[in-house]
Structures are given as structure tokens and as C-alpha cells.
């Protein structure tokens, strides 16, 4: 059954209220996301507003990929949601600095992006590695306007699958930076203030940034859509997410692959 229109863009509604705003929503304050496919009838408002307003999509973020970590947020499969001009950078260095004002509950997600220079036709990985024209290290700010971090795997789709900003780092050509296997072995340190605080892997995303690629082209054809061509990826992360605060130093450190680290500075 479809959604009812008008619950559609009553969350549209609230929800951008609360992103635009940096303002906390109740998760019982939506009324149409309780499914996985009202969600994204939602998401698919906020899409067209945001367009309607002059935001151009560039790409993708995919969400939820990293396996080890869906038992701490309650969901067990991933999410997408569309990267905007008005929340990309593409860094000329490996640092950047930060307000954190107009997010919601913001953290900072270390994860590996692809820039592609063809639509993929398929999830086959050969053909995936040739439509990627670079690879990238990248900060994903996320956020959650629902107090806690507590919501269920549809709400996330509705509130843009928690898309804040995107920090790109040096891009560096397919083959120079990386090759699949690289990709699903690479090991990633993200420290805080000059203090470890957490590890990843390739392959905990779903054992690879390459097949965490996959899965979004395969999930877009079940829906008759392609990722057009040039558009930004980013896969998801490499470790927890972590809570950002105001005056804090991040850095993080790749081997496996030859991509740089980048700082982050918060403010």
C-alpha cells in the first residue's frame, strides 16, 4: 500500500525543519516512517525539495555497510541516501576544520571514496574497478536529529540516511592508489587528540569498499535506477562512529593502501 501523501510531506516537513535547524526531532514525531518503503517515499520528499530549492546531488553516501556495528545501533542491513554540492568538499590537503553548530548529534564516520567516471552496469567487481576513475579517504559527518541515537532502520532512511557533510581527501587515480584486494585488506587507526581510539578494516564493510559499491548498483537496479556517471561514493565506515565535539583534534592513519590520513579539527 502507498503512503498517505499528506504523512509524506509532514515528515518531509519536519525533517528538514530539523537538519536546516540543528534542532532534535521524537522519533514518534513522524508519522510515515515505519516501513523501510515509506521511509523512502519520505526520503525521495526531502530529495525533491532540497532540489527544489537549488541543491544539486553528486552522489552517494552508503550507510550501515560496516557489519561489526550493527548490533550496537539496532540495524542489520544498509542504507543509502544522496550526497549534495552543499554538503561535499573536496580538500586541496589532508585537513580540515569544522563548525559543528549545524549538525544534529554529529559523528565522525573514516571511510573510502570512490569518484567514478562511468554508471556500473552491474555488482560484478571487475566491472565495478573499471567504472572507478579515483579512490579517496574521506570524513563522513553524520548525524541523528533523534535524541541518543536511538531510531529504527527505517527512520534512518527518512532523515536522509543520516547525511550531514562529506570531507574528501587527496583523490588519487584507481590503479596508483589501490587495487580490490588492497581495498578489502586495507587497515585504518582514527585517533582522538593524539590518543588511539579505534581500528578498522576493509573488510568489515561488507568485506569490501569495492562490494559495498556493489551492493548500492544492485540495490538501485531493483528500483530501475543507475549511480549517473561522475558521481562521489563514499562507502561507509570504517570504525564506530564517533561523537564530535567542539575543540577536538582527529586523526587518522592507512596502511594497504597509498592514500594519505587526514586531520580534522572541530569547532
Not at 528500483?223 to 561507509?236: E, H, K
Amino acid at each position: 500500500m502507498n503512503p498517505d501523501p499528506r504523512r509524506v510531506r509532514q515528515d518531509a516537513d519536519t525533517i528538514l525543519e530539523a537538519c536546516d535547524r540543528a534542532r532534535p526531532v521524537a522519533p514518534e514525531a513522524l508519522a510515515c516512517a515505519d516501513t523501510l518503503a515509506n521511509a523512502q517515499a519520505v526520503q525521495d520528499e526531502v530529495v525533491a525539495r532540497r532540489a527544489a530549492r537549488g541543491e544539486r546531488p553528486l552522489g552517494f553516501k552508503i550507510g550501515f555497510t560496516n557489519r561489526t556495528i550493527w548490533d550496537l545501533y539496532g540495524v542489520h542491513h544498509p542504507i543509502w541516501g544522496p550526497v549534495w554540492d552543499t554538503t561535499l568538499t573536496l580538500l586541496d590537503g589532508t585537513a580540515a576544520r569544522v563548525a559543528l553548530a549545524r549538525f544534529v548529534e554529529p559523528r565522525l564516520e573514516p571511510e573510502i571514496v570512490f569518484g567514478l567516471s562511468a554508471s556500473p552496469e552491474s555488482a560484478d567487481p571487475e566491472t565495478l574497478w573499471r567504472c572507478v576513475e579515483w579512490v579517496a579517504h574521506g570524513f563522513e559527518i553524520v548525524q541523528s536529529p533523534f535524541p541518543g541515537w536511538k531510531f529504527t532502520a527505517a527512520q534512518t532512511v527518512a532523515v536522509q540516511a543520516l547525511h550531514g557533510a562529506l570531507l574528501v581527501g587527496p583523490r588519487r587515480a584507481r590503479d596508483a592508489a589501490a587495487t580490490p584486494e588492497s581495498l578489502a585488506a586495507l587497515t585504518l587507526t582514527l585517533s582522538l587528540d593524539g590518543l588511539e581510539v579505534a581500528r578498522g578494516q576493509g573488510d568489515f564493510v561488507l568485506g569490501s569498499p569495492l562490494m559495498a559499491l556493489g551492493h548500492l548498483v544492485s540495490e538501485l537496479s531493483l528500483r530501475g535506477r543507475r549511480i549517473p556517471p561522475g558521481s562521489v561514493i563514499t562507502t561507509g565506515t570504517l570504525t564506530d562512529a564517533q561523537p564530535l565535539r567542539p575543540g577536538q583534534h582527529w586523526q587518522t592513519s592507512l596502511a594497504g593502501v597509498d592514500l594519505p590520513g587526514l586531520v580534522l579539527d572541530t569547532e
